[in-house]
């Protein structure tokens, strides 16, 4: 199997990671607009950077049979879901524990009325 083919996939859906790109840039700087935005601005900025470097880097892969290339591409996407993992990891952790604050409070509400 060749370069070309082992790229199609991703060289088919490059258009895509340039759009998500472009607008997880843009949806930090809007949040580094924020004050509490500002501390987890760099973020979306790095994802959305790794997403137009990978695109970028398949464009050269498929055009050039180019193996290093391709391997840049698949290393930038690695990179980009394995933050998207911790992430959503984080948030439901922090989903959790709010829930629970809010289970107990409520808990301590109702004892409190009695």
Do not use: C, H
């Not at 088919?12 to 809007?30: D, F, R, T």
């Not at 180019?66 to 984080?90: Q, R």
């Not at 809010?102 to 009325?113: E, H």
């Amino acid at each position: 199997m060749n370069i070309r083919e082992l790229a199609t996939p991703l060289y088919g859906a490059k258009g895509w990671l340039k759009l998500l790109g472009v607008l997880s840039i843009i949806y930090g700087v809007a949040s580094a607009l924020t004050i509490v935005g500002i501390i987890i601005a760099w973020l979306p900025i790095w994802m959305g950077v790794l997403l137009f470097q990978s695109a970028g880097a398949i464009d050269v892969a498929f055009n050039s049979e180019d193996e290093v290339s391709l391997m840049k591409a698949m290393g930038k996407l690695k990179t980009y879901f394995t933050i998207m993992g911790i992430l959503a990891l984080i948030g439901l952790v922090l989903g959790f524990l709010a829930m629970m604050m809010g289970g107990a409070g409520m808990l301590a509400g109702l004892a409190g009325g009695m």
